[in-house]
DNA sequence: GCCAACGTTGGC
DNA sequence: GCCAACGTTGGC
């Protein structure tokens, strides 16, 4: 039963998706969101159309790799899910907020954001290096050359791969 | 701090 | 529509 007018949008019994995002530990690290309210906040500040088009396809209950760029060391730091599909990105109509754009205004918003949930810090971050000497995820976007997509989709055998690694002891 | 790769902007 | 200039990303 649904209330409140929402529209039930929730991927019923079709398969999880799984997804990177990317922030920068100085900016917001998973040790934040461990810290935020509900463990849960709100992904501002996307500005790019492809990154943007990959929030708005994601579902509640998609599973998210957390990943710390411009890091020491660039690593997958944990596990995050969505709990709030796309919407409005108020912070670009903030002409005081870095992230302000005013191609976007409230009646014809240009950028979404999506709300996420900490799942787990992992013990052992995986690191950019280690994912880098696994063929197992060699396919992945994040280590295309030049790839700067800070969302982006994560296939399910390469999901289930690095939390294999996750569960090993660093080596 | 450096710089390669990328996306966007704007002049023409 | 082309493309140079610019700003940003992010590894190193």
């Given at each position: 039963m649904d209330h409140g007018g929402h529209k039930r949008t929730q991927r019923g019994t079709t398969k999880a998706r799984y997804w990177l995002m990317k922030s920068e530990p100085r900016a917001f690290s998973i040790q934040d969101l461990q810290k935020a309210p509900r463990q849960t906040t709100c992904w501002d500040g996307v500005r790019n159309y492809q990154a943007r088009n990959f929030m708005r396809a994601m579902a509640i209950g998609d599973q998210i790799f957390f990943y710390h760029s411009?890091?020491?060391?660039?690593?997958?730091?944990g596990i995050a899910e969505v709990v709030r599909e796309a919407?409005?990105?108020?912070?670009?109509?903030?002409?005081?907020?870095?992230?302000?754009?005013?191609?976007?205004?409230?009646?014809?918003?240009l950028w979404d954001m999506v709300d996420i949930r900490l799942i787990r810090v992992f013990d052992t971050p995986i690191t950019l290096t280690r994912l880098r000497e696994d063929f197992h995820v060699k396919h992945m976007e994040l280590l295309r050359k030049g790839s700067r997509l800070s969302v982006q989709p994560v296939r399910a055998e390469e999901w289930r791969h690095i939390l294999t690694l996750a569960a090993k002891k660093p080596y």
């Open positions: 411009n890091a020491e060391p660039p690593a997958i730091v919407y409005p990105d108020h912070t670009a109509f903030d002409p005081r907020d870095t992230h302000y754009d005013s191609k976007s205004t409230p009646e014809k918003p």
